[in-house]
């Protein structure tokens, strides 16, 4: 397998810029491992309001390998949940492996979770502040589940809120039944609201791949556009209490 660590440069809202890694694999049966265009913005948006997430209690859905997870822990949060299916042995390699590359390992951790089945958390007293996702709602099926795991989360603490940024695939598709059903309602934060021009326009926001294939290693620096966001959805979800 071939696995790359990605060194981003992303500028916060405290007018510093950290410089989170993650890792990839780069083979036909790992979709869920690279960086999606909504991961990206999903770390945008957080490196926008880093104060928000400061001293945070944050949980990540579905994180692949959660770089939104990265930029928060990078950022001062106080805890930082990274989950995955069950059974994702690979995507909790490099979620591991990523924790260790930022130093990060006295804030986040790894705890696999499949959306829906919550048993493991009910009896642990997680009272999280902010949950993250990117691109989880990928697949109609999975829309019940993800907003039932959700709703679980906001019924600990009625104050915690969903942030995730997701590709709108289909005008067809809506939350809204799904919403309704858990009391949930929904924001659109507009992109402009926390991206400036210089990411719409395509220019390097990252750089910096390590890549290694078996023990052989290799650095390179490349000039990558930043993926086309225009269809990317950024929303909030919260309690309608």
Known sequence: EMRICKTFRIET??????????????????????????????SL???????????????ELGAGNALPSIVAGLLGANHVIITERKGEVRAEDI???????????????YV??????????RNENYCIDI????????????????????????????KTIFY?????????????????????????????SFMHAVHFEGECVFSNFKASSGTTESESLF????????????IKIYSDN
């Open 112 to 121: 696999p979770l499949d959306w829906g089945d919550l048993e493991g958390f």
């Open 223 to 234: 000039v990558k556009k930043v993926d086309t966001f225009s269809s990317i959805v950024m």
């Open 95 to 109: 979620i591991v492996q990523g924790i260790h590359a930022n130093d990060l390992s006295k804030i986040c951790k």
């Open 164 to 192: 995730t940024a997701y590709q709108e695939r289909s005008s067809h598709r809506t939350l809204k039944p799904y919403l309704d059903k858990y009391g949930l309602v929904a924001e659109i934060i507009p992109l402009e």
């Open 45 to 59: 948006f957080i490196a926008s309001r880093a104060d928000e997430f400061c001293d945070r209690n944050i949980l």
């Open 131 to 158: 949950l993250l996702g990117s691109d989880v709602f990928y697949s109609t099926e999975d829309f019940d589940k993800i907003l039932y795991t959700v709703a679980i989360f906001i019924s600990k603490n009625i």
């Open 13 to 42: 809202s405290k007018g510093i810029t950290i410089s989170p890694k993650v890792f990839e694999l780069l083979d036909s049966s790992s979709s869920n491992l690279f960086v999606w265009p909504s991961a990206q913005i999903l």
